[in-house]
């Protein structure tokens, strides 16, 4: 399959034509239909939506009405997301660790943050996000999506209950207020907390506008008159739920029109039962939508919820008089009036999203397996380039965890940055390799280092290291760079330590990988040399960056940090001694006559680029090790012991 996506400019048709194997008529064509077509439905839809909004509004005043408190209460739970992002800092990682560990906390979880944010759709495309990033397993997120739809119950619960029954306009106006004076502060948690407020007090008004637009609207003409009964009906007004969720990207919202419109009489209760159904197939939409930039994960959490909002609505639909007449047996039980439908519609809701994720639980980690076979996952394939072959692939790799989808949230954008970091990492080990004639297998074997070295051919590869860091290792790079660049903020003191370290950590790791290339040339020249000593010490060369990158992905695995500190300090160490300029060998070399008086520049020459080489692999490693770690990576070259501490830890 062709993996041209990314690729948009006519000027790179070229590119297009070249990885995908195909003509230049078929390159034009994929890219009109990858990009151009698109792009024309999207205008054309905006467009027709637009018009058909002030179509509305200028046919009569109440739609108008209703409409502004559609997008009052939308608005103030874009507001509110607003608000909760403000609160980061490393936090929400640390929050997702405790609370979802366990497929009951991630339903638990779901439930919380759905009730807070009151928005099932938003809490979806967030937990893509979260999988996208890599802070959550897939069994991790489908508890989430379970949970989530349990949650957008209390919503219903709060507008019919609450919402209709009294002045709700009387607590939107002092929220707004207050919020919009705590968001001029400069502070990040009065600001935070000024965008929660500000987001309550417009959902609360954009319920007061829709309640009093139908009420209005109900004198003009009456809804209920199209009302349609029977199973014709039911599929009739499902498929109206979800249209009008997908329209407004929000099953709560749709849930709020119906209660209003209800309580109005503008709809029947069987209607708004249909309805009700449909809001839940239609939040799937906005999941799939938030999924088209995701990788395979984000995909694979889509695909779940669309399997789970779709068996769920089958039973309801299924189901629906034993619902319908359990609904009326409770609803007796809790004293609910006769004619209190907005209640009883609430209960309904909740009966079936319940009986939904009663059904579906037991099946998650079954579900996850298989979708996981479906939709593979291949963020974590390692590139394994042949030390005795020349590498004759042309592909260019692209990020596949920094994606628009993952860069809506500061701590989760810095978890996908770090993933995508991890896979620069062990790209940038399996060219060093090739550059050292070793497959990077032979460093994670259990054969013993030198005995791999010995037993692999020094060859002249035909394959340039400057060629295969265009194609594994710049483009990430620049991915990384970029994505750095574009994380929303605030971010807290700590995450932009972080990302400054990263920063420099993306550098020492791109220019390592350029200076084995120096390297590689004399290593090939002098490695058999008929001048024992002159071979022998290009053979220690090798062996010395072999011995460290094999070191450090060991390193990079150890759980205990202060394990890792060691570690790491006695790999510097290890550096420094075999400096051959410090440790007098290259002195004794010469003063011995022992190599070539020719080759003494090129020695100390590449004895340098092995240091280089060295310490910016090291400073890749702590640093990727501290930010997996959630160690601060505050100047992370202070980390490591000096030689003192080193001497006291190792013998005291």
């Not at 062996?543 to 940090?561: K, T, V």
């Not at 420094?576 to 090129?602: C, E, F, M, Y």
Request: aromatic content about 8%.
């Amino acid at each position: 399959m062709c993996r041209c996506g990314g690729l948009k400019s006519t000027s790179l048709l070229r590119n297009i034509r070249r990885r995908c194997g195909i003509n230049w008529q078929a390159a034009y064509a994929l890219r009109y239909v990858n990009y151009v077509m698109p792009s024309m439905f999207k205008r054309l839809f905006l467009i027709i939506g637009l018009l058909a909004l002030l179509g509305s509004a200028w046919w009569s005043s109440d739609i108008q009405q209703i409409g502004a408190g559609v997008a009052i209460f939308l608005f103030g739970m874009l507001s509110m997301d607003e608000g909760f992002k403000t609160f980061t800092g490393g936090t929400l990682e640390k929050l997702l660790s405790v609370s979802t560990n366990k497929v009951w906390k991630s339903l638990g979880f779901g439930v919380l943050a759905t009730t807070l944010v009151q928005s099932s759709s938003l809490v979806s495309v967030i937990t893509i996000s979260f999988l996208s990033s890599g802070l959550l397993e897939l069994v991790q997120g489908i508890g989430i999506i379970f949970g989530a739809n349990i949650g957008t119950t209390t919503g219903a619960w709060l507008v019919s209950a609450f919402g209709l029954k009294v002045n709700i306009s009387a607590y939107a106006m002092p929220m707004l207020m207050v919020g919009v004076v705590l968001v001029m502060q400069s502070r990040k948690s009065l600001k935070g907390i000024g965008h929660i407020l500000t987001g309550l007090g417009f959902l609360f008004l954009g319920i007061h506008f829709m309640k009093e637009g139908f009420d209005a609207f109900r004198g003009a003409i009456d809804l209920s008159a199209y009302a349609v009964s029977g199973w014709l009906g039911l599929l009739l007004f499902t498929l109206f739920g979800v249209v009008a969720t997908v329209i407004m990207q929000s099953s709560h919202a749709t849930l709020v029109l119906i209660i209003t419109a209800l309580a109005s009489g503008q709809v029947t209760y069987e209607n708004a039962i249909a309805l009700a159904i449909g809001a839940n197939i239609g939040t799937t939409i906005t999941a799939i939508i938030g999924a088209l930039g995701a990788n395979a994960p984000g995909k694979q959490l889509a695909a779940a919820h669309l399997v789970f909002n779709g068996m769920t609505a089958i039973v309801a639909l299924t189901l629906i008089t034993p619902l319908i007449q359990l609904v009326e047996v409770l609803s007796g039980w809790l004293g609910f009036g006769a004619e209190d439908y907005t209640l009883k519609l609430s209960l309904f809701h909740t009966l079936f999203n319940v009986l939904g994720v009663v059904i579906m639980l037991p099946f998650i980690r079954g579900l996850a397996s298989v979708l996981k076979k479906l939709i593979v996952d291949d963020r974590r394939q390692q590139l394994n380039l042949p030390a005795s072959q020349p590498d004759r692939r042309t592909e260019t790799v692209a990020p596949k965890f920094i994606s628009d989808v993952v860069m809506h949230h500061p701590d989760i954008a810095l978890s996908a940055i770090i993933e995508e970091i991890t896979r620069m990492w062990d790209n940038a080990v399996a060219v060093m390799s090739y550059a050292l004639y070793l497959n990077r297998k032979d460093l994670e074997s259990e054969m013993p280092l030198d005995l791999a070295l010995v037993n692999s051919e020094i060859h002249e590869n035909t394959t340039d290291v400057d060629e295969l860091y265009l194609r594994y290792i710049r483009p990430l790079n620049t991915a990384i760079i970029k994505a750095t660049s574009n994380i929303p903020k605030p971010m807290s003191k700590t995450q932009d330590e972080t990302v400054f370290a990263l920063k420099l950590a993306c550098r020492d790791l791109v220019n390592a990988v350029k200076d084995v290339k120096h390297l590689q040339k004399n290593v090939l020249k002098y490695h058999d040399h008929t001048n024992d000593d002159l071979a022998r010490q290009y053979r220690t060369f090798r062996f010395q960056l072999a011995s460290l990158l094999h070191n450090l992905q060991n390193i990079l695995n150890y759980p205990d940090r202060e394990e890792a500190l060691l570690a790491f300090s006695e790999q510097q160490q290890m550096l420094l001694n075999s400096d051959i300029v410090r440790n007098g060998h290259l002195d004794n070399l010469i003063a011995g006559h022992k190599i070539p008086a020719d080759t003494i520049t090129s020695l100390m020459n590449d004895s340098q680029y092995c240091l280089d080489i060295g310490h910016r692999v090291l400073q890749m490693a702590q640093t990727l090790y501290w930010a997996h770690s959630g160690t601060p990576t505050t100047a992370t070259r202070e980390l490591v012991l000096d030689n003192d501490e080193l001497s006291e830890l190792t013998h005291g």
